[in-house]
Structure formats: C-alpha cells, structure tokens
C-alpha cells in the first residue's frame, strides 16, 4: 500500500441511456455550447432519442441557447426525479433551470460535483440513445466528476483554428486519455468567414490548424463550421440554426459533424 494509489472510483451506468458524449473545449468562448446544442439537434435530426445535460454549472448557457430560460422550473416526478424540460426534441436539464440567474453561486469543488451527480442521476431521462453533455471549458472539477463516475462513450472536442487555442487542445486531449475517455475528434469551429457581399472565405484564424492538430495527435477530424452571423444570432436568441434553418449550410456542417459521431 504505497500510498501512491488513485482512490478507487467506479464508473455507474445510467440507466435507460445508451451512450453519453461529453463535449469539451480548453478554452471558453470557442463556441462549445453553440455545437453541443446543434449537434444534439443533429442528432435528433438522424432519428435518434437525445438529451442535452448542461455540466457548466457556474455558467449555464443551454437555458438561453434551449430556448427554456423563462420556462418554470422542472417538477418532480413520484420517485423524487426531475422531469426534465423539453423543446425542439430534445430532453434538457441544467443547473440553470434551478436556481436564480443573478443569485451567485459560490461552491467548492465537492459541492459541484455532488450538483452534477444530482443533475445526472436524478433526472427522469427516460430512454435515450444519446445524452449530449455540455462541459464547462478546461479541465477542472466538473469535468472530472464526469470522467471518473460517468461511464462516457467519449468525447468530442471543439477548438478554434489558432495556435494559442490548439495549444491548450493538446493538453485536453492528453487529459481524455489519462484518464481513459475514449477521443471522438475534434471540431474546428469558426473556421473561416465567407464574406456575404463578394463570397471570398477569409481564414481570419489561421488555414487548418485544427485538422493539422488532429492528425498529429492521431485523432479524427470531425469537421468545420465558419464563423457565421446566423449562427451567432440564433445561439443566442434560443433558435438554433439546425432548427430554424436546417437547409443552410451552416446547419449542414453541423448535421454532417453529428453523422461523424
Ligand atoms: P463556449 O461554450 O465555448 O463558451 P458559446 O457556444 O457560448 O461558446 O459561443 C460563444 C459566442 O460565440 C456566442 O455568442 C455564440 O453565439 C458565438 N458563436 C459560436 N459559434 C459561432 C460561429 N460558428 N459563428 C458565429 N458565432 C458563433
């Protein structure tokens, strides 16, 4: 017993769910929420059942980007889960949908990881194919949680094009494989701009990084989305794009980033 020992963690299947993806950035503002919300949606689209789990409990975005923020909060059913709130398809649960917006919310490591036990475990999800979980950005407690109890089909990383931004992929990726949460691949978000008036695509943040990134790590790639005005507008109104405009190219690159997972 040399002391060196990693405390002994197991891994508690949730039933009724089939597959767990975790979406994950190393840095925040990359867009993860925007993707994990659309790629949910994506994959609802190929006819699967799906939840949305929104793990950034200090700062929640799935309430507004769900269009579920002035929603009432979730009733519980007579086993004492929470129903989840529901829009567009998809079974939505977040730290969010409970408390107050501008109450802060001041907790210790332990205390996230026991909210996000109880946002997992006691939330009637009923039978999914797929529970998207939206992580907060970098590698902290939170994601841990998630890594060390949640038994995750995998992970799916979303990164921007430059250098600074994939430098911090690499450790994320090094992260997943330490602790042995199998690599789905690598969104590159904010690829490039096509610009509305003459069509040129400009590669504001470099040409490839991402793909470059991906292919020296030995992981997939699993696709692009450019920086959009549509895609901003409708993330942030609650009307995603894969929803409100499913036959733009945008909301193609974002079904087809689904059809790679
Ligand atoms: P993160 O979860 O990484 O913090 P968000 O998904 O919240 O990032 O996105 C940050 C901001 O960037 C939001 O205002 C969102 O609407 C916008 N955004 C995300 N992806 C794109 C894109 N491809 N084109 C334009 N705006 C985007």
């Known amino acids: 017993h040399g002391g060196h020992r990693q405390p002994q963690v197991t891994k508690v299947a949730i039933e009724g769910i089939k597959n767990i993806i975790a979406v994950s950035s190393a840095k925040g503002g990359v867009g993860k929420s925007t993707c994990a919300v659309n790629i949910a949606l ?16 200090f700062g929640p975005s799935i309430p507004l980007m769900m ?97 600074v931004a994939l430098a911090d992929v690499v450790r994320g990726v090094n992260m997943f494989k330490k602790v042995e949460v199998p690599i789905l691949g690598l969104v590159e978000n904010m690829s490039h701009f096509n610009c509305p008036h003459c069509n040129e ?17 030995g992981i997939n790639f699993l696709g692009d989305v450019p920086i959009h005005l549509q895609i901003r507008e409708t993330s942030d109104n609650g009307k995603p794009i894969t929803i409100t405009q499913p036959d733009s190219p945008q909301a193609k690159n974002y079904k087809n980033i689904s059809k790679e997972i």
């Open 42 to 57: 994506g994959l609802s689209s190929h006819n699967l059942s799906v939840g949305l789990l929104d793990v950034d409990v």
């Open 201 to 217: 695509s400009t590669h504001i943040f470099g040409n490839e990084g991402a793909k470059n990134t991906a292919k020296k790590m």
């Open 67 to 163: 269009d579920l923020k002035n929603h009432e909060k979730p009733f519980t059913n007579e086993s004492n889960q929470m129903i989840p709130l529901q829009n567009y398809g998809i079974k939505c649960m977040s730290m969010g949908f409970l408390v107050n917006e501008d109450d802060p919310i001041i907790w210790r490591g332990p205390m996230v990881g026991s909210a996000l036990e109880k946002l997992l475990r006691q939330t009637d999800w009923g039978h999914l194919d797929v529970l998207v979980c939206d992580l907060p950005p970098g590698t902290g407690d939170a994601i841990l949680t998630m890594c060390q109890r949640v038994p995750l089909t995998g992970a799916v990383i979303v990164s921007t094009p430059q250098d």
